[in-house]
């Protein structure tokens, strides 16, 4: 199994884009993620992670080597 992580040190909750960046995560990983990854691409599972208080954005995919 390989997992493959990428992260992105973006702005906090303290920014006037916090709630938009928090809704489009959500978005991408139910909308766009999880249906082209995941059961198209046949990977284990593939998600995007956004933490606020540290200002982190992650993309996350494990799959079969």
Known sequence: VAFVCEA??????????????????????NAFLHPII???????????TYQPLIGNFYFKKKRNC
């Open 38 to 48: 995941r059961e198209q691409g046949g990977a284990y599972g593939a998600s995007s």
């Open 8 to 29: 992105f040190s973006v702005f906090g909750i303290d920014d006037p884009l916090s709630p938009a960046l928090t809704l489009a995560t959500y978005i991408m990983e």
